[in-house]
C-alpha cells in the first residue's frame, strides 16, 4: 500500500532508505542545501525553494500559486508504486502541509477531515502552513473543505523537529 512519509531535512537520508520511496518533496527555501538520496532518481525529486511564511517578507519568497502547481503536478506523476517522501526544514509546517495536499490531489475523494484527522494523529506537532493550505483548497476546487478541516485539528504542539511519520493513502489503511 502507498505511503507519503514526512521528515525533517536532516532525516531526509534515512526517512528515504527505510521507507523504500521513489519519490521526493523538498519544500525548503533556497539556500538550504538538499542532498538527494541515490535512491532517488533525479527526475523523482522535486525541489520548491519557499519559505515558511504566510504573508510577503523581504527576502523570502512566499509560497504561490504555481509552487502548489507544481506539487499538484508532480504528485500526480507519481505512480504510487513505492512511498513518498515529503520533507521541509522542520518536518513541521510546509511538509505537513504537502502531505495533506498530495492526498487531497491524488486522492480526491478522500474526505478532508477524515485526512487531517489522520495528519493530527500521525505528527501531534503537525502545523500544516495555511497558506498552502489556502492556494492548494482553490485550485483543488475544495470550496474551503481543506482550510477548515485544517482549522478543525488546530495548530500542533511546539517543537523544533519533527519525528517522521507516514500517512496512507487508503482510508482503511
Request: charged share 25%.
Amino acid at each position: 500500500m502507498p505511503f507519503v512519509h514526512v521528515c525533517s531535512l536532516a532525516r531526509i537520508a534515512t526517512t528515504v532508505a527505510d521507507a523504500r520511496a521513489s519519490h521526493l518533496i523538498s519544500l525548503i527555501n533556497d539556500q538550504t542545501a538538499v542532498t538527494r538520496p541515490t535512491a532517488i532518481a533525479e527526475e523523482n525529486h522535486l525541489f520548491l525553494g519557499i519559505n515558511d511564511i504566510t504573508e510577503p517578507q523581504d527576502g523570502m519568497v512566499l509560497p504561490g500559486a504555481e509552487h502548489v502547481r507544481r506539487l499538484v503536478d508532480f504528485a500526480g506523476t507519481w505512480r504510487r508504486d513505492r512511498p513518498m517522501v515529503i520533507h521541509c526544514y522542520a518536518g513541521i509546517s510546509r511538509s505537513t502541509a504537502a502531505a495533506f495536499i498530495t492526498l487531497c490531489a491524488v486522492r480526491p475523494e478522500r474526505d478532508e477531515y477524515d485526512v487531517a484527522r489522520r495528519l493530527r494523529n500521525a505528527s501531534p506537532i503537525a502545523t500544516p502552513n495555511p497558506r498552502l493550505i489556502a492556494l492548494a483548497d482553490a485550485m483543488l476546487d475544495r470550496r474551503g473543505r481543506m482550510i477548515e478541516a485544517i482549522a478543525a485539528i488546530g495548530r500542533g504542539r511546539d517543537a523544533m523537529e519533527g519525528n517522521p511519520f507516514a500517512l496512507a493513502l487508503e482510508e482503511d489503511a
